[in-house]
T-cell receptor
């Protein structure tokens, strides 16, 4: 079955601390994975995609096929990083938005 | 207005009512989606339209009826809903062409409460 699991509902860290938001997936094909973010009073938006291998706002995520994971990391958290983060798997071809989402993790960065 | 716009933002309806949610995108995209976000559950894909043709119906009950009259507009018609259908309904769009990256552009959602 295709599934995305985010085991933590809430992650609370202090400003300047490292952050790792966990995501594990179950998918029989070649996965295409994304991290979406929703800041307070804003709409859900793409943060980064694994095929780009880019760093956005200091966040990176590496696809580990052996561990079926796509954890989101940032070495030094900032207060403005506080938001809801969703890991998502594209179950269609690369041209579709048929995404399967995890339940989301709330990141709270304390001053 | 740019982006993806959803109306109404909030809707309260009885189980016997008929109402519709509307979504409009000004991004020139070819694909539109309805997602459902319930409390304590992940976002669930409901329907996908590509070039105004429905390409996915994710085992959604028939009391939800989508309509895509053109590539810029998407509706979700609601009829005889149940209280458990109360949720945030999100519309999204994407280019869905050979240049697509799989990125979705979301609206702000329509918060539905069924009494």
């Amino acid at each position: 079955a295709q599934r995305v699991t985010q085991p933590e509902k809430l992650l609370s860290v202090f400003k300047g601390a490292p952050v790792e938001l966990k995501c594990n997936y179950s998918y029989s094909g070649s996965p295409e994975l994304f991290w979406y973010v929703q800041y307070s009073r804003q709409r859900l938006q793409l943060l980064l995609r694994h095929i780009s291998r880019e760093s956005i706002k200091g966040f990176t995520a590496d696809l580990n096929k052996g561990e079926t994971s796509f954890h989101l990391k940032k070495p030094f958290a900032q207060e403005e990083d506080s938001a809801m983060y969703y890991c998502a798997l594209n179950k269609g071809s690369s041209n579709t938005g048929k995404l399967i989402f995890g339940q989301g993790t709330t990141l709270q960065v304390k001053p | 207005e740019t982006g993806v716009t959803q109306t109404p933002r909030h809707l309260v309806m009885g189980m016997t009512n008929k109402k519709s949610l509307k979504c409009e995108q000004h991004l020139g995209h070819n694909a539109m989606y309805w997602y459902k976000q319930s409390a304590k559950k992940p976002l669930e894909l409901m329907f996908v339209y590509s070039l105004e043709e429905r390409v996915e119906n994710n085992s959604v009950p028939s009391r939800f009826s989508p309509e895509c009259p053109n590539s810029s507009h998407l509706f979700l018609h609601l009829h005889t809903l149940q209280p458990e259908d109360s949720a945030l309904y999100l519309c999204a769009s994407s280019p869905e062409t050979g240049r697509s990256t799989g990125e979705l552009f979301f609206g702000e959602g329509s918060r539905l409460t069924v009494l």
